[in-house]
Structure formats: structure tokens, C-alpha cells
């Protein structure tokens, strides 16, 4: 059996925000690729991280 790997717990304010945000994004992104079909952003996607806004951009 292997061991889970554990992440480094945040420490700071800042480090808690982004952990929280990119969090927040997985979540958002799961549930729209299981729904299917078409769906729209209702927050614009400059406060994606570089590697969602990407991502997010090739999809439009």
C-alpha cells in the first residue's frame, strides 16, 4: 500500500487565499465537465491562475 502524499500546510494569509482559490477552481471546473454541454463563466477570467485562464481561453 502507498503512502498518501501530504502537501505542505499553508502558513501564511496569502498561502491559505491561493490554496482556498485554486481549490474554489477545481471544484468549478469538475462540476462543468460533468454537466456537459455549454455553460457560462460569471466572473471574468483574469483571477484564474496563468494555467486555468489558459486553459479557460483555448476553450472560447
Same mark, same amino acid.
Do not use: C, W, Y
Given at each position: 500500500?502507498? =503512502?498518501? !502524499? !501530504?502537501? =505542505? !500546510?499553508?502558513? @501564511?494569509?496569502?498561502?491559505?487565499?491561493?490554496? #482556498?482559490? @485554486?481549490?474554489?477552481?477545481? #471544484?468549478?471546473?469538475? =462540476?462543468?465537465? @460533468?454537466?456537459?454541454?455549454?455553460?457560462?463563466? /460569471? =466572473?471574468?477570467?483574469?483571477?484564474? /491562475?496563468?494555467?486555468?485562464?489558459?486553459?479557460?481561453? /483555448? #476553450?472560447?
Amino acid at each position: 500500500m502507498s =503512502k498518501a !502524499r !501530504r502537501s =505542505k !500546510r499553508p502558513e @501564511t494569509d496569502e498561502e491559505r487565499e491561493a490554496l #482556498i482559490s @485554486t481549490l474554489h477552481q477545481d #471544484i468549478a471546473r469538475s =462540476k462543468a465537465r @460533468t454537466l456537459g454541454g455549454s455553460f457560462f463563466l /460569471d =466572473k471574468p477570467v483574469a483571477h484564474l /491562475d496563468d494555467l486555468n485562464r489558459v486553459a479557460m481561453m /483555448d #476553450i472560447f
